[in-house]
C-alpha cells in the first residue's frame, strides 16, 4: 500500500511539473530561445515577430541566454534561438561541432525594411564561409556594441585612461571582436548618444572629429573608486568572454584601479544597473543605449541620465540559428 501512495505522488508530481513547463512555454508552434527577459536579444525578437506577423500564440517562447539556448537546440527541445552576437560567433561554431546540422536563417528584404524603419538596426550580409557550415550569403541586421560609463563614478581622467587603453592595448586583448577597437572605428554607434569628456579629448587628440553632445559629469578623480564593476552578458554570447578580456587589459594598465566583469542579462540589464548606482561600466547594444537616454521603449518612465558614451567594441550581428532537422527555412515557415 505504501509502494502505491509513493507511485501516485509521483504520478501527481510529474504531472505538476508538465503542466509548469506547458504553461511556461505558452501555445502552439516551435520552440524558439528569444533571449533572457529585458534583454536586447529579447527586444529584437518581437522586432523580427512584428516584421513576419507572428503573434505569441504562434511559438512557444524560451527566455533564456544564447548558450543556454544553443544545448536546447543541440537536444532538439529548441527548434530556433535568437541571438546578437559577434562573427563569427563561438557559440555557433561550438553548436556546430557538436549538432553537425546548424543553420543560419535569413531575414527577407521586406523584414529588413519593417526592422530599419522601426528600430536602428540596420541590413548586413554574414558572408559566405563565415562559418564552416554556410555556403552562402545570410541577409540580417546589425547594430554596435558600445561600452557606456556612469558619470557619478568615471571622472574625466579616467574616462580618458579607459578609452585609451581600449584602443592603444587592444592588441593585448585575445578575444577575435577586439579586432573592431580601432581609433577608426571609435565613435561607431555613438550617434545620438553623449559622450564621456574623458573619451572626447583622447580621440580629439588622435584627430578624431567629435560632434556628440559632451555629458555632464558630476565623478570627480578625488572621490574615485579603486574597484569597478562592468557588466557584461551570459557566457554563452560574446559579452562575457570580451568582457574579461577588456578588464584583464584594464587592470594591466590603470594605476591603482581595478576592474571586475561580472556576467548580466546584457545590454539592457547593464544600463539600468548604471542608472541605479550599480555599475560603473556598462557593455551595450547601442539601440537600447539610445532609448535609455531618451527614456523610451524598455526604458520608458526609468530614463538614464548617468550614462554617456565611451567607445565602440564591434558590430553586433543578430544571428538566428536552427538545425538541418527541423526542416525551417525561413521565418515563413513559423
Partial sequence: MRMRKKQVVSIIS??????????????????????????ETNSASQLIFDAYDIGEDDYNAYQEGFGDAADGVQDGNIDVSIGILGMPAGSIENLQA??????????SDEAISHIEENSGYNQFTIPADTY??????????????????????????LGYELARIMVESADENTHAQSEEMTIENALEGSEGLPIHPGAKRY???????????????PADESDRKSELVLGTGGQGGTYYPLGGEMANVW????????????????????????????????????????????????????QVDNAAFIGHIYPEIVQIVTREATGIESFDDL
Fill in 251 to 302: 587592470n594591466n594598465h590603470l594605476d591603482g584601479v581595478s576592474v571586475t566583469n561580472t556576467e548580466t542579462g546584457a545590454s539592457v540589464e547593464n544600463l539600468s544597473s548604471i542608472r541605479d548606482g550599480n555599475m560603473d561600466l556598462g557593455m551595450t547594444v547601442n539601440v537600447p543605449a539610445i532609448d535609455a537616454m531618451n527614456g523610451e521603449g524598455d526604458f520608458e518612465d526609468a
Fill in 98 to 107: 557538436s549538432a553537425g546540422d546548424v543553420k543560419l536563417l535569413g531575414l
Fill in 203 to 217: 580621440y580629439e587628440e588622435q584627430g578624431v572629429t567629435v560632434e556628440n553632445e559632451v555629458a555632464d559629469l
Fill in 14 to 39: 510529474l504531472l505538476f511539473g508538465v503542466t509548469l513547463l506547458l504553461g511556461a512555454c505558452g501555445g502552439g508552434g516551435n520552440n524558439i530561445a528569444i533571449g533572457p527577459p529585458a534583454s
Fill in 132 to 157: 564552416a557550415f554556410q555556403d552562402s550569403d545570410v541577409n540580417t541586421v546589425a547594430a554596435r556594441a558600445i561600452l557606456m560609463g556612469n558619470t557619478e563614478t568615471i571622472d574625466e581622467e
